[in-house]
C-alpha cells in the first residue's frame, strides 16, 4: 500500500475525498492478486490497479460514487457478468473488490505504525444486509487499534500479532451472516548494507526500485556519505555494534555484508544471523566464507545459524562489474523472500 501514499497525500493536501478499492476475492485469470489496492480520488484520479487494467474505469466511476454517497460497494466482475466484455474480464477471470471511502484517521495510524516497522490488520464487513458495511477496525502490531461502530462483530482483543489471522477469524465464526475481509499490511521491506563499497552503490538504486528501504552501515564516512548514496534512506556512520543498537531488525529485514573487512563484517554477522532477518548474504570467494565460518564457531554462533549464510552472495549470473554483482544479489534477495 505504501506505493499509494505520494498520491494520496498530494490529493488530501489539495482537499480532495479518497475512495479504496480493495481486490478480495479473484477466480480463474484475475490478473492481481488478493489484497492489490487502487486509491481514487475525488477528482477520478487513481493510483495503484486492481486488474491491471481489465475494470479499472468501472471501479473509478463506482469509487466516485462511493465518495459522493459514503455507503461501501462490493463490485464483482466476471464473464457471467453482462459487463464482462464492457470491462475487459472476457479472458474468463472473475474478481471482486470493495470500494469504500479511506477514513483519514485510519489512514494516518496506517502511515505511522508502517514507519515504526509494524504491521497491520485492516477488518472490512463487506457483505452484511443487515449492518452497515464498511471498515470495522485497525488494528497494529504494536498492539495499537482504532475500531469502528461494528466492530462487535469481531473480537474486542484484536491486538494480536499481526501474522495471526486465525485468532481473528475464530471470533467472527459464530456471525454467519456477515463476511469480513482481513487485510494484512506489512511495512517496507528493509535493506541494510554494511560497507559502502562500490557495489553498494547501484545496489541501493536496485533496492529502491523495488521497493525496499534501504540503511546504508560503515564507519568509514568516506564510503558511506551522502554523495556516494543520494538514494539511501539512512546512512549510519558507526561500527556494527552500535549501529544494531538503533535498528531495527525485523521478518521484513534483509542483510547484505559487503566490506570485506573482519573488524566490520564479523560483528555485523554475529548480529544478523540470529536475528528474523528473512536474508543475511556475506561477499567473499569460498575460501573467505569458509575462513569467515571458522571465525564465526569461534565467536560461539550456533551452526545453525551460520548455516543461514548466504555465501558467496548472490545468484551466479555470471557477472563481474558491480552493477552486475548488484543485480545477482538483489536477485538473490527477491527469491529467497518468494520462496
Not at 485497525?138 to 495499537?144: H, I, K, L, P
Not at 552501515?217 to 556516494?228: M, Y
Not at 560483528?267 to 564465526?296: D, H, N
Amino acid at each position: 500500500m505504501q506505493e499509494l501514499f505520494p498520491s494520496i497525500d498530494q490529493w488530501i493536501d489539495h482537499n480532495k475525498l479518497v475512495a479504496l478499492a480493495i481486490v478480495v476475492q479473484t477466480w480463474g485469470s484475475s490478473p492481481r492478486g488478493v489484497g492489490s489496492k487502487m486509491a481514487v480520488s475525488s477528482a477520478g484520479e487513481m493510483a495503484g490497479s486492481v486488474s491491471g487494467g481489465c475494470v479499472e474505469g468501472a471501479v473509478v466511476a463506482a469509487a466516485l460514487e462511493t465518495i459522493q454517497t459514503g455507503m461501501p460497494k462490493l463490485l464483482k466482475y466476471g464473464v457471467t457478468d453482462e459487463t464482462a466484455w464492457d470491462v475487459g474480464l472476457a479472458c474468463g477471470g472473475e474478481v471482486e473488490i470493495f470500494v469504500d471511502v479511506l477514513d483519514s484517521i485510519v489512514y494516518e495510524f496506517i502511515k505511522s505504525q508502517l514507519k515504526k516497522g509494524y504491521a497491520l490488520h485492516l477488518g472490512f464487513v463487506i457483505d452484511d444486509p443487515g449492518k452497515q458495511s464498511g471498515l470495522a477496525f485497525s488494528a497494529s502490531q504494536s498492539g495499537e487499534k482504532i475500531e469502528f461502530a461494528h466492530s462487535r462483530l469481531v473480537a474486542a482483543d484484536v491486538s494480536m500479532e499481526a501474522t495471526d489471522l486465525k485468532r481473528i477469524t475464530r471470533s467472527i465464526d459464530d456471525v454467519s451472516s456477515t463476511e469480513i475481509f482481513i487485510d494484512v499490511i506489512q511495512p517496507a521491506q528493509t535493506l541494510i548494507i554494511v560497507g559502502g563499497v562500490h557495489i553498494a552503490i547501484p545496489l541501493v538504486t536496485i533496492a529502491k526500485t523495488l521497493g525496499f528501504s534501504t540503511i546504508v552501515v560503515d564507519p568509514r564516512k568516506k564510503f558511506a556519505s551522502q554523495s556516494r548514496f543520494p538514494h539511501a534512506d539512512q546512512i549510519v556512520n558507526v561500527w556494527p555494534q552500535q549501529a544494531f543498537s538503533d535498528i531495527r531488525i525485523t521478518a521484513a529485514t534483509a542483510a547484505a555484508v559487503l566490506t570485506h573487512d573482519p573488524k566490520i563484517d564479523d560483528p555485523a554477522l554475529e548480529i544478523l544471523l540470529p536475528s528474523e532477518a528473512f536474508y543475511v548474504g556475506a561477499l567473499g570467494s569460498k575460501k573467505t566464507q569458509a575462513q569467515r565460518r571458522e571465525r564465526l564457531v569461534d565467536a560461539g554462533i550456533p551452526e545453525n545459524q551460520i548455516n543461514r549464510l548466504y555465501g558467496p552472495i548472490g545468484l551466479n549470473l555470471g557477472g563481474r562489474s558491480p552493477d552486475e554483482i548488484a543485480l545477482a544479489i538483489m536477485a538473490e534477495i527477491i527469491q529467497v523472500r518468494n520462496n
